[in-house]
Nanobody, 128 residues
Framework: QVQLVESGGGLVQAGDSLMLSCAAS????????MGWFRQAHGKEREFVAA???????????RYTDSVKGRFTISRDNAKITVYLQMNSLKPEDTAVYYC??????????????????WGQGTQVTVSS
């Protein structure tokens, strides 16, 4: 069982930057994928970014096309906290952002069904 708590959301202007953090209740293993999803009002939850270590040491990341080059996902050395650095924010990024942890798995899945543990969500609002 992994408990997740997100923080760092807020109201910003277009072009600004924001960093989200997700703290886990315990250290995760190298085969736990950690991901960020977002859900805008009236829309389905969508994949944003994920990180994992398929070989136990080398980092692998994936991003949805709309955030490539703007967002960066990272994880601390203890594998307790995962971050989402968001630059050049756009109004289209406005959503509730959720941190998620998979069951032990190889690779960096993009399906919500591959993630077993979820945080409560943090609101990100980008004004134009």
């Amino acid at each position: 069982q992994v408990q997740l708590v997100e923080s760092g959301g807020g109201l910003v202007q277009a072009g600004d930057s924001l960093m989200l953090s997700c703290a886990a209740s315990r250290r995760t293993t190298s085969t736990y994928a950690m991901g960020w999803f977002r859900q805008a009002h009236g829309k389905e939850r969508e994949f944003v970014a994920a990180i994992n270590w398929s070989d136990g040491s080398t980092q692998y990341t994936r991003y949805t096309d709309s955030v490539k080059g703007r967002f960066t996902i990272s994880r601390d050395n203890a594998k307790i906290t995962v971050y989402l650095q968001m630059n050049s924010l756009k109004p289209e990024d406005t959503a509730v952002y959720y941190c998620a942890a998979s069951r032990p798995i190889l690779g960096v899945p993009m399906s919500a069904g591959d993630y077993a543990y979820w945080g409560q969500g943090t609101q990100v609002t980008v004004s134009s």
